[in-house]
């Protein structure tokens, strides 16, 4: 078998599991993901009250650059800084 053949075999194996499981869970995908979506936001906003006092560690003498790259990181240089470059984390 050629590497195409094997990846459509393998493609085809897993499209026929995943039709098993939603026969045998009586649902669609669409309606599972949904189901799934829904969940999450009330997770977060349980969850976020419990975050927020952690988030507050730096205090007024060590506060950072704050800029921030284009994947949404920032950086964790003190505020203005004299270096060219920015550290993200």
Request: hydrophobic share 35%; net charge positive.
């Amino acid at each position: 078998m050629s590497k195409m053949d094997n990846l459509r075999a393998m493609r085809e194996a897993r499209y026929a599991e995943s039709q098993a499981r939603t026969k045998q869970a009586g649902t669609t995908p669409r309606a599972t993901k949904s189901a799934a979506a829904a969940e999450k936001p009330a997770a977060r906003k349980a969850a976020a009250p419990q975050a927020a006092p952690a988030a507050e560690a730096p205090g007024p003498a060590e506060e950072l650059c704050g800029h921030r790259n284009m994947s949404g990181r920032s950086c964790t240089r003190e505020k203005g800084h004299a270096a060219k470059s920015h550290r993200y984390s």
